[in-house]
């Protein structure tokens, strides 16, 4: 006789290529920890030539079949390709990084920038209460970032590309309160600004940063980096050199994985302190 236990275990998981070095499966381990949750959340390694499989196969729904999952690199664009119903969010941002089955039907969402603004209300509450924002790179990561600034009132954001004609597509697809500019513009366009944040990959695992003058950003001002490795980048030490109040970026990842844990185990979770310190830990052991 079969174990009753193997049909009450919800499972869920983190798809991507390469995924080994994925920290989400810790952090939905704590979770279900902590709730005493019987499910389970593996990191799946799946190639882009398989991936259109992987989701035909979630989308059979067989015994055992996962309820969900988070989609990381490459696999955003494709999943918000292949989602029967994605939402506002993925719809705009043209991917999606959370999927769930329901009623036999794939949904989808991304929850980048809900991950970015919450890292900031915890750490600098009244971060918001400005006039401008300044990010810096037009990549993949920085859609998140300006839909959620967007999305939250701040009046002007300012988006730097060394290649302005990306900076430009990104303002084109979120609004007018959406500004593009080349680097050079960089001095002029932090004047009075209450909010920096970086989306490029500069100062990740170590590598150099250029010099940034902070000097011209508003009294109170805070920097931020999506990068988290390492926790303290090149960026926020200049920054934090210079007087200003910083916000590192593992909070965007931790708070992004909450409304996915809701979704596929039915709690909310809570970022606190020790799961911060678990990934911290991890981060120092690689």
Same mark, same amino acid.
Do not use: C
């Given at each position: 006789?079969?174990? +009753? ?16 070095? +994925? ?36 989308? /059979? ?80 990561? +920085? ?96 920054? /934090? ?46």
């Amino acid at each position: 006789m079969a174990d +009753s236990r193997e049909t009450l275990t919800i499972n869920a998981f983190v798809v991507g290529f390469p995924i080994k070095h +994925s920290r989400s499966p810790i952090i939905h381990s704590y979770w279900l920890k902590k709730f005493g949750i019987d499910g389970s959340y593996k990191a799946v390694e799946v190639s882009p030539d398989d991936f259109a499989n992987f989701i035909a196969t979630l989308k /059979e729904g067989q015994p055992g079949t996962a309820v969900g999952g988070n989609v990381t690199i490459p696999h955003k664009e494709a999943a918000y390709q292949l989602a029967d119903y994605p939402d506002a969010l993925a719809e705009e941002l043209g991917a999606a990084n959370t999927i769930w089955m329901k009623e036999g039907k794939l949904h989808a969402t991304n929850t980048d920038g809900y991950g970015f603004v919450s890292n900031l209300d915890e750490r600098h509450p009244g971060w918001h209460k400005i006039d401008r924002a300044v990010v810096f790179g037009a990549g993949g990561a +920085s859609r998140a970032v300006i839909q959620s600034l967007r999305d939250r009132g701040i009046a002007e954001i300012h988006v730097l590309n060394r290649t302005v004609e990306r900076a430009r597509e990104l303002a084109d697809r979120f609004g007018p309160r959406v500004f593009s500019h080349p680097q050079k513009a960089l001095q002029e366009v932090m004047q009075g600004a209450g909010l920096f944040v970086n989306t490029t990959s500069l100062g990740m695992d170590g590598t150099e940063a250029p010099h940034l003058d902070f000097s011209q950003l508003a009294a109170g001002a805070v920097v931020t980096d999506i990068v988290y490795v390492p926790l303290k980048t090149p960026i926020l030490h200049m920054a /934090e050199e210079q007087g200003m109040a910083t916000v590192d970026g593992l909070g965007m990842l931790l708070h992004q994985a909450k409304p996915g844990f809701e979704r596929w185990f039915g709690k909310m979770p809570e970022v606190d302190e020790s799961l911060r310190s678990l990934i911290i830990s991890d981060m120092e052991k690689h």
